[in-house]
């Protein structure tokens, strides 16, 4: 199977489980690897000092997430990162959609307890996505 594998990350040490999964899933597969960071405002805000000025918004910060998350990744297949806009489960799907993605790679945090009451992101992909879903067990991370 080649194709893309998408994987959603937001910093933590479970959405880093995630990719770490994802990676070796796409390396015995032989399937390019996507790692995508959601952000959901147009937060911008501007810092200074004298004459410097530098812009961060919401979009920079995830792009960042992705960024680092995906240069930690890419030892021996292709790995891309973006930032999409919108809340994670919506963002995922989306980029899924976008690059023709073959699976889509979550975590399990929030499967349990009141999150599993009130919803994840796993289970939100799992019920609207385009294509196959992958739910790396992630619990021991945190």
Same mark, same amino acid.
């Given at each position: 199977?080649?194709?893309?594998?998408?994987?959603g990350v937001d910093?933590?040490?479970?959405?880093?489980?995630?990719?770490?999964?994802?990676?070796?899933?796409?390396?015995?597969?032989?399937?390019?690897?996507?790692?995508?960071?959601?952000?959901?405002?147009?937060?911008?805000?501007?810092?200074?000092?004298?004459?410097?000025?530098?812009? +961060?918004?919401?979009?920079?910060?995830?792009?960042?997430?992705?960024?680092? +998350?995906?240069?930690?990744?890419?030892?021996?297949?292709? +790995?891309?990162?973006?930032?999409?806009?919108?809340?994670?489960?919506?963002?995922?799907?989306?980029?899924?959609?976008?690059?023709?993605?073959?699976?889509?790679?979550?975590?399990?945090?929030?499967?349990?307890?009141?999150?599993?009451?009130?919803?994840?992101?796993?289970?939100?992909?799992?019920?609207?996505?385009?294509?196959? +879903?992958?739910?790396?067990?992630?619990?021991?991370?945190?």
């Amino acid at each position: 199977m080649s194709g893309i594998i998408v994987v959603g990350v937001d910093g933590s040490a479970t959405a880093k489980k995630a990719a770490e999964q994802a990676r070796e899933l796409a390396a015995a597969l032989g399937a390019s690897l996507h790692v995508v960071s959601a952000f959901d405002s147009d937060k911008t805000e501007v810092f200074g000092s004298g004459s410097d000025r530098w812009i +961060v918004s919401d979009a920079d910060a995830a792009e960042h997430v992705a960024r680092t +998350v995906a240069d930690s990744l890419g030892r021996d297949i292709k +790995v891309t990162y973006s930032a999409a806009r919108g809340r994670p489960a919506d963002a995922l799907i989306k980029e899924a959609l976008r690059t023709e993605a073959r699976i889509i790679v979550v975590g399990n945090r929030r499967m349990h307890g009141i999150g599993r009451v009130l919803g994840s992101v796993a289970n939100s992909v799992a019920h609207n996505a385009p294509c196959d +879903v992958y739910i790396a067990n992630t619990y021991d991370a945190d």
